[in-house]
């Protein structure tokens, strides 16, 4: 079992609806990152969090350190939030484990 | 302030020949860690270095090695190439290692 664990996989949505995507870890975390990669681009990072919940525009990151879950959920999608988004958790020694990503696709 | 530079931006070799790949920092990041992905293969992560000393290292042969200065820029070599080693490498930076991470636009390399 991975230590990161993403879902889904692929998720392909029309524009305007509400998306979630999630994240669990089995491991001690001292922080948890979001990041967006689209496609043939760089990897932006959207959120870096180790407790509760941040808000950027339409994006809406949450943490549960307890449950070792993590949300990241996006509002009013449009096609431009077509990416991959990918989790990332700070474990021991600021190790950096992956998540294997989830491919959003926003149809108009 | 400037982002993080990775050059080259693409590089074509040859099996059997080696490579050098270069990352700048943001200015003040003391960690630096660098991954390579491949279609279908997701980020894998080869190593990060933190005031130049290698902090982490992932499950790569030992072809793959980088340093980091004291300016901390770090730089990445591939020796003995093959063609698996095609892929985009990206390497990012951050303050500390649970800080924001920044990442750099990558290098493409193509083994032929």
């Known amino acids: 079992k991975n230590e990161v664990e993403q879902s889904p996989q692929n998720l392909t949505a029309q524009e305007g609806e509400f998306i979630t995507i999630n994240c669990s870890y089995s491991?001690?975390?001292?922080?948890l990152h979001w990041l967006q990669q689209h496609p043939g681009g760089g990897i932006v990072s959207l959120f870096m969090l180790s407790s509760g919940k941040k808000k950027h525009g339409r994006l809406i990151a949450t943490i549960n350190i307890q449950e070792k879950h993590s949300s990241l959920h996006i509002t009013a999608s449009h096609p431009r939030d077509s990416a991959v988004y990918i989790c990332?958790?700070?474990?021991?020694?600021?190790?950096?484990?992956w998540g294997a990503g989830t491919k959003l696709i926003i149809k108009p | 302030k400037a982002g993080v530079t990775q050059t080259p931006r693409y590089l074509i070799k040859t099996r059997g020949q080696q490579v050098t790949l270069s990352c700048s920092p943001i200015s003040g990041h003391r960690s630096v860690s660098w991954y390579q992905q491949t279609p279908g293969q997701g980020l894998q992560f080869l190593f990060e270095?933190?005031?130049?000393?290698?902090?982490n290292k992932g499950n790569f042969p030992g072809r793959f090695s980088g340093r980091q200065f004291s300016n901390s820029r770090s730089e990445m070599n591939v020796s003995t190439l093959e063609l698996g080693d095609s892929a985009l490498y990206l390497c990012?930076?951050?303050?500390?290692?649970?800080?924001?991470?920044?990442f750099g636009n990558g290098t493409r390399l193509t083994v032929t």
């Open positions: 270095y933190f005031s130049e000393t290698q902090r």
């Open positions: 990332a958790v700070v474990g021991s020694n600021y190790q950096l484990i």
């Open positions: 990012a930076s951050s303050y500390l290692g649970d800080s924001p991470l920044h």
């Open positions: 491991v001690g975390i001292s922080a």
